[in-house]
């Protein structure tokens, strides 16, 4: 799964403060997700679609949730 994301839109969230944030980007069916603070060098996690649907599907019904993440 080999994207090229040196081109890629990069969009983060509107409510994001200046201390940083995710970013992102999808690009040859690829998403890629950064940190903000980092985005010239840092690493970048890549994602299928499928894999992405999933963990939105995950966060929407609150998979995440920190007290169900510590039990």
Do not use: N
Not at 36 to 60: C, M, N, T, V, Y
């Amino acid at each position: 799964m080999q994207s090229d994301f040196g081109t890629a839109r990069w969009r983060k969230s509107t409510i994001s403060g200046d201390g940083g944030c995710v970013e992102v980007a999808y690009t040859g069916g690829t998403i890629g997700v950064r940190d903000s603070k980092d985005a010239g060098s840092g690493p970048i996690l890549r994602f299928s679609q499928r894999e992405w649907s999933a963990f939105l599907a995950g966060a929407h019904s609150g998979e995440f949730e920190l007290d169900e993440l510590t039990t």
